[in-house]
């Protein structure tokens, strides 16, 4: 690195595994990218509803102090000898979800070159500190339901940061959506990114409005949150239609007789983030960040991250 970096950063960081408390602002070596690392000068961090199971005892890469933060974007301080598609001074965002030299939730972050690409354009630097992990997973479960023209598909969490994420990049691929948000505010902002019918999954009748949009039965479901008052929304497929659902959603959907139901992993190569790009790169793009902290606050987004909101939460470091 250059004699000009700081050899120290400002994180935060857990030493212990427990509750939101345990996290807490510390000042730490910045991290060395080795030949094939990143290092990323970070601007905002998303803040993930994963990011409280990792707390709790489930980051294992590394050892204490940990630092969280699976998502996150900035500018490129340093590219290891090794590093190809990255230069210095890039706009970048990147996922770091276990990353053995720590997360985005630090002013400096070292990630491997093929979990990190440039924002594609029109997106914000901002907006896409909390996109990675978002988009890269909603893009395999939309391929694994074989999204095409015309396709009718329900998302269930269209609101929240998988979600609303797979909402758009299901309509660049020219599905009809029906998007089942949750509380008012979730309502309007699947309307505002232009879901092709809306349902409140905590007061409507989803089943009710899935017959409605598509009389024939659904082509396929995106399930980026569940509920059991759901399964018989869930009938509403037809026979050869498709479940998919990130692991880790809970309950994990059920679907009728005939219906194959998925759950998959989103994983950050080079070939997605390049389909990510033409995908956003198509027309305006948005990622909604509810409500921005400061670093110090990391532990009060942890908190808040489990409450009702749409989209992210993100760190502004």
């Known amino acids: 690195m250059s004699p000009s970096m700081p050899k120290t950063m400002k994180a935060a960081v857990i030493d212990k595994f427990g509750g939101p408390e345990v996290l807490h602002a510390a000042v730490i070596p ?15 961090a998303g803040v993930g509803v994963w990011d409280p199971w990792l707390r709790e005892g489930g980051a294992t890469a590394g050892g204490f102090p940990v630092v969280l933060g699976s998502d996150g974007s900035g500018t490129v301080a340093a590219c290891g ?31 491997p070159e093929d979990n990190v690409a440039t ?18 997973t909603a893009l395999p479960g939309l391929d694994k339901l074989g999204i095409k023209p015309g396709s009718a ?8 940061g998988v979600g609303h994420v797979a909402l758009q990049l299901a309509k660049r691929m020219g599905a009809r959506v029906l998007a089942v948000a949750a509380g008012k505010d ?16 905590q007061k409507d009748d989803v089943a009710k409005a899935a017959g409605e949009f598509a009389p024939e039965g659904l082509d396929g479901v995106l399930a980026c949150a569940n509920s059991k008052k759901l399964a018989s929304a869930m009938k509403r497929i037809r026979k050869g239609g498709l479940i998919a659902y990130p692991n880790g959603v809970d309950p994990e959907p059920e679907g009728p ?9 989103g994983l950050p190569s080079p070939a997605a983030f390049d389909r990510l790009e033409g995908l956003i790169s198509r027309g305006p793009f948005h990622v909604e960040i509810s409500r921005t902290y400061k670093l110090e606050e990391a532990a009060q987004a942890h908190r808040d991250i489990l409450k009702h909101h749409i989209g992210k939460l993100a760190l502004k470091i």
């Not at 090794?82 to 720590?102: C, M």
């Not at 896409?128 to 890269?136: F, M, P, Q, T």
């Not at 598909?153 to 929240?160: K, N, P």
């Not at 309007?188 to 809306?198: I, M, T």
């Open 30 to 44: 910045v991290p060395r990218p080795n030949a094939n690392e990143i290092l990323i000068r970070v601007d905002t």
């Open 81 to 111: 000898v090794k590093a190809r598609r990255i230069k210095v001074g890039d706009r970048v965002y990147g996922f770091a979800y276990e990353n053995p030299k720590g997360g985005f939730y630090a002013e400096y972050a070292a990630i």
């Open 119 to 136: 924002i594609p354009a029109g997106v914000p630097l901002d907006e896409a500190g909390a996109l990675a992990v978002s988009a890269l």
């Open 153 to 160: 598909l329900m998302i269930v969490g269209a609101s929240g």
């Open 186 to 201: 979730g309502m309007e902002l699947v309307k505002h990114l232009n879901a092709d019918a809306v349902v409140d999954g």
């Open 257 to 265: 007789a005939g219906v194959k139901v998925y759950a998959y992993d």
